[in-house]
């Protein structure tokens, strides 16, 4: 599997972790575009957004609970937050493993670019 993210979630690439079960990973973004910036992933190879049907879907809804969590700890889920998912070429995908942003600790712009 030549996978960059599952190469995260096995340890063959290290990252900064801050959240993991059985099913999700979740590290610090590598180039932060926000004072925080992570990124979380299920442990499944899913490659985007296109590939979500209902047979896989739970795992979608299990990251946004583990989401919930997560914010509430940074104790930003109250200054608020973004959840991004980038899927394909226009949508600025580029590592083709299904991953959600969580950017938060500043004042986001909208719309993006
Ligand atoms: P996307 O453009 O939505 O596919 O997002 C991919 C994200 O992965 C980018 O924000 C990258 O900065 C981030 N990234 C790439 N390589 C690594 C790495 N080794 N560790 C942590 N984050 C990474
Ligand atoms: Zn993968």
Same mark, same amino acid.
């Given at each position: ?9 096995? +340890? ?11 099913? *999700? ?18 442990? =499944? ?8 049907? =209902? +047979? ?8 946004? *609970? ?48």
């Amino acid at each position: 599997n030549d996978c960059l993210f599952c190469k995260i979630i096995s +340890g063959d690439i290290p990252s900064s972790k801050i959240f993991e079960n059985e099913f *999700v990973y979740a590290f610090k973004d590598i180039d932060p575009q926000a004072p925080f910036h992570a990124i979380i992933i299920p442990k =499944e190879h899913i490659s985007s957004m296109n590939e979500i049907n =209902e +047979g896989n879907s739970e795992i979608i809804a299990h990251i946004f *609970v583990v989401i919930n969590k997560l914010v509430k700890e940074l104790n930003i889920h109250e200054t608020g937050y973004r959840i991004i998912n980038n899927c394909g070429k226009d949508g600025g995908q580029t590592v083709n493993h299904i991953h959600f942003h969580i950017m938060g600790q500043r004042e986001l712009k909208w719309p993006p670019g």
